[in-house]
């Protein structure tokens, strides 16, 4: 807040005119009554001196700031006019209109300390009546424990404006500004004090405190995030596209409608279901279950998803065995290549989700359960509810809030940061320090992994576990992989354009994993550095 805002908003319930001058006589503020007129009529040296303005003649007193060294307030009183009391009588009622209204308290005595009047907010701030205080001395009200010591005998003493911080009742703090009133002679015939409640302002800078720590843990924890982007929690994902899969899958991790997850066969469906339920509330009440309906006999998987009782069918275990339902109660269940699953299970499982009971092969009791369900398939649900090979109805059921994982040559960015944490991990595993060449990196970045995620993992392993150099070049990889990795020409007919740049992008993935810049790749192809960047950024290779 400026010094004008301070000074009109301090001094505002005044009804005569106030100014704020330094010592080379320039008006620093005013309050709403002082305008222009009054300051054209400052007096150079007296203490007391008159003037008239608009035809009113006033009284104008100059003391000293109380905390700015060579800082002066100029103060305006109306001395009337031949005689007439309406002056008087009109700044009276304008001054008790203010005093009423004014949010801070208005303490006002004469110079012996005895109040003669005050404003309702006192009671707000003291908790005591107003009328107690009329005709009470301010010694009275220190003795009392009201007041820590009295701004009043400072006031007359210095005849200046005095502020003091202390105290108050209910240990609120409060800020008292006494502000001394002249008579003709120069002597200090009344103090205004002004209390203000610090309580409420002091909150507010201490919730404005709260907020900045907030504000500063949570660009720490952004910091670290954009430190390490390609590492979040349990997830690796170095793409836009996964990290809001992943932060899409953490907004809904609260919400129990059912997740169906899409994509190619290893590209990390079951890591996004696990990763949506430990960001759950259901995490801390029930288990993340995870059942593969493609890799069980349709015979067994109804028993296996819910349960069966003692005697069902012969082997069953004599104590019968709960199903994967049960399992997750209060849990997550997530149901992998769900559309492997057959018709009639199909039904069992959209009443499941709809009525949220199950009934044990064998059983004619219902059990009541609480599980989010999440689905996930690599298959085409819709062409296969068209075929009549999946439920419609069960389709739209699981369908509630679909998520596409897209394969690992549609987001580069994530297949070197996987390489590595695999290395690490299986570098921990097997109590070894195997390292990639250079030249393998760039080949594992450029391979398209059909097998996406699974493939990428299970060929790390199998390089740390089988070569037995320290590190391992690009010779070392499987033959299949290199000549499917490296075969970029066209099978068959196609445009001579795409033919040109399957063929260019295939030089130059030779010449990225033989050469160590791109000053020498240019040099080797008889081109310019500038147009070896240029194409390399065209076919993503950098």
């Keep these: 807040m400026t010094t004008r805002e301070v000074l009109s908003h301090e001094w505002s319930y005044l009804p005569f005119p106030m100014l704020l001058v330094n010592d080379r006589g320039e008006i620093i503020a005013s309050n709403e009554q002082a305008n222009e007129d009054f300051h054209r009529c400052l007096p150079e040296v007296d203490q007391r001196s008159f003037c008239t303005v608009d035809g009113v003649e006033y009284t104008v007193e100059k003391y000293e700031h109380t905390h700015i060294d060579h800082y002066f307030f100029y103060l305006f009183y109306p001395k009337g006019k031949n005689g007439d009391s309406r002056n008087f009588e009109e700044m009276e009622r304008e001054l008790n209109s203010l005093l009423e209204s004014a949010y801070d ?12 009047k005050t404003n309702p907010a006192i009671e707000r701030i003291t908790k005591i009546p107003r009328d107690y205080y009329i005709g009470k001395n301010v010694n009275q009200l220190v003795e009392r424990g009201i007041l820590e010591e009295s701004v009043t005998f400072r006031v007359v003493e210095e005849k200046k404006p005095v502020t003091v911080y202390q105290r108050g009742q209910g240990d609120i703090e409060v800020m008292l ?5 002249f008579n003709e002679a120069g002597e200090v015939e009344k103090v205004i004090t002004n209390i203000r409640d610090l309580t409420d302002l002091k909150q507010l800078r201490d919730e404005n405190q709260k907020v900045k720590e907030l504000n500063s843990f949570y660009k720490a924890e952004l910091n670290k995030m954009q430190a390490n982007p390609q590492v979040m929690k349990d997830v690796v994902c170095e793409s836009a596209e996964m990290k809001n899969i992943f932060f899409t899958g953490e907004r809904v991790s609260n919400i129990d409608a059912t997740i169906l997850v899409l ?43 819910f349960g069966y009782e003692a005697g069902a069918f012969s082997g069953a275990q004599k104590d019968g065995k709960a199903g994967m339902f049960e399992l997750a109660n209060k849990g997550t269940l997530f149901l ?11 039904v ?15 059983s004619t009791q219902t059990t009541w359960i609480d599980v989010r369900v999440i689905a996930a398939t690599n298959r085409d649900l819709k062409k296969m509810v068209k075929e009549g090979n999946f439920r419609e109805d069960l389709y739209y059921r699981i369908n509630v809030i679909p998520i596409h994982i897209p ?39 450029r391979f398209d992994w059909n097998g996406n995620v699974r493939e990428l993992s299970n060929l790390v392993e199998r390089l740390v576990v089988t070569i037995p150099t320290s590190m391992i070049d690009i010779v070392d990889l499987p033959v299949d992989l290199r000549e499917n990795g490296e075969d970029e020409l066209p099978q068959g007919i196609t ?10 992008k295939a030089l130059l993935i030779k010449a990225l994993s ?17 147009t070896i960047v240029r194409k390399l950024k065209k076919y993503e290779l950098t």
């Excluded at 992998?336 to 199909?346: F, I, R």
Aim: hydrophobic fraction near 30%; aromatic fraction near 10%.
């Design 495 to 504: 445009t001579l354009q795409e033919a040109t740049e399957k063929s260019e």
């Design 105 to 116: 308290a208005i303490y006002i005595t004469d110079a012996e300390g005895t109040t003669l």
């Design 336 to 346: 992998d290549e769900v559309g492997e699953l057959p018709l009639d299970l199909q």
């Design 177 to 181: 500004t006494g502000s001394p009133i």
């Design 514 to 530: 033989r050469y160590e810049n791109t000053y020498k790749i240019a040099e080797a192809l008889g081109t310019s550095q500038a």
């Design 348 to 362: 069992k499982l959209l009443r499941v989700l709809q009525e949220g009971e199950i009934r044990r092969v064998g």
């Design 263 to 305: 994509g190619e066969t290893g590209v990390g469906k079951d890591v996004f279901a696990k990763h949506v339920h430990d960001n759950s509330l259901r995490s801390e009440e029930g288990e993340f279950i995870k059942i593969n309906c493609g890799a069980i006999p349709p015979t067994l998987l109804e028993s296996e998803l």
């Design 407 to 445: 394969p690992l040559r549609e987001r580069r960015e994530d297949i070197l940061p996987l390489v590595y944490y695999y290395l690490d991990h299986y570098n921990e595993k097997y109590d070894v320090h195997k390292q990639f060449s250079e030249a393998t990196l760039n080949f594992f970045y």
